[in-house]
């Protein structure tokens, strides 16, 4: 079956503009997760959606980080005013018990 | 605060030396452990899960065990496509929220032919 998506798979945008990530779970999965990878970090959480509940936002760097989870479905993570310490790969994860699978993730570049 | 801890950080074996993989932990309570297999450009692959110590999981070459302080990866006969980034993780019990992963660093499998 179909995996979890990630769109777009790169994205290069300069100092200060906003930017939009978007994720597709597979389907069916109640749970919906976005960590960030930087180089040579390992990965950190960002947000987690469950179903109908409140999302956890305690991984969120700033309050620049916000995510919204429409439908029970689709996630878009937006950063806005981006900065260079931002640049890093963007990876989403969902689930329906406690094993969570990734999407390839979104690569962004602040210039 | 949880912890995870993933040693040696490179590791290159040649083709069918068998090794270990290590990932030592401090948590909480322990929900479950997750090993997962990273190649270069890709997002994370789930490999296994582990709830308890004691506990072990194999698949092809890979088996992994579980205790109560640490995890191991163990390869047996590797081969080259088995070169990746082996990454481990752990989920806390009983958090308000309790399902988000705490990954250690990884460590960065090269086997050679």
């Known amino acids: 079956g179909a995996g979890v998506s990630q769109s777009p798979s790169n994205k290069v945008t300069e100092k200060g503009k906003d930017v939009e990530l978007r994720c597709d779970p597979i389907?069916?999965?109640?749970?919906l997760y976005w960590y960030r990878q930087s180089l040579g970090q390992g990965l950190e959480f960002l947000i987690y959606?469950?179903?109908?509940?409140?999302?956890?936002k305690s991984g969120l760097p700033s309050d620049r980080f916000s995510a919204e989870r429409t439908g029970g479905s689709v996630s878009t993570l937006t950063i806005q005013r981006t900065q260079q310490e931002d640049s890093a790969v963007y990876l989403c994860?969902?689930?329906?018990?406690?094993?969570?699978?990734f999407g390839p993730g979104t690569r962004l570049t602040v210039t | 605060e949880d912890q995870v801890t993933q040693s040696p950080e490179a590791l290159r074996l040649q083709e069918g030396e068998s090794s270990s993989l290590n990932c030592s932990y401090t948590?909480?309570?322990?929900?479950?452990l997750f090993w997962y297999r990273q190649d270069p450009g890709k997002g994370p692959e789930f490999l296994f899960t582990?709830?308890?110590a004691g506990e072990e999981k194999e698949k092809e070459r890979l088996k992994a065990t579980l205790t109560k302080k640490e995890s191991f990866l163990h390869i047996t006969a590797p081969k080259p496509e088995d070169s990746a980034t082996y990454l481990c993780?752990?989920?806390?019990?009983?958090?308000?929220?309790?399902?988000?992963?705490?990954f250690g660093a990884g460590t960065i499998l090269r086997v050679k032919s």
């Open positions: 994860a969902s689930s329906l018990e406690s094993e969570q699978y």
């Open positions: 389907s069916g999965h109640t749970a």
């Open positions: 959606f469950q179903g109908n509940s409140a999302p956890d």
């Open positions: 948590v909480s309570g322990l929900r479950g």
């Open positions: 582990l709830y308890s």
């Open positions: 993780a752990v989920q806390a019990r009983g958090t308000e929220y309790g399902n988000k992963l705490v």
